[in-house]
């Protein structure tokens, strides 16, 4: 086994998790602050203010980046096993 082809590959995992994980992360961050925002102006201190806003920006951000995320994963896994012959030989 090739160890600069493993440590390619594990960067590549490493890389892919970030750009799968980065749709739906941001999208919670960004309407967690505007809830919190409100919250403070208005000062509505209930903890369950912002689940159903942020399980809905994530449907919603799973709808809109889902085919992107798919294509990623697809590509990084089509790699992967088109990789396999160099690392067993």
């Known amino acids: 086994m090739n160890a600069d082809t493993i440590i390619d590959l594990s960067q590549q995992a490493l ?11 941001i ?14 102006a208005t ?18 951000a799973i709808m809109v980046a889902g085919p992107w995320m798919l294509g ?7 790699n992967l096993y088109l990789s396999i012959p160099g690392l067993i030989g």
């Open 15 to 25: 890389y892919i998790i970030v750009m799968l994980a980065a749709p739906m992360l």
């Open 27 to 40: 999208s919670a961050l960004a309407i967690g602050l505007l809830i919190g925002m409100f919250q403070a």
């Open 43 to 60: 000062s509505i201190n209930e903890m369950t203010l912002s689940f159903i806003p942020k399980l809905l920006v994530l449907v919603l």
């Open 72 to 78: 990623l994963i697809l590509n990084y896994t089509r």
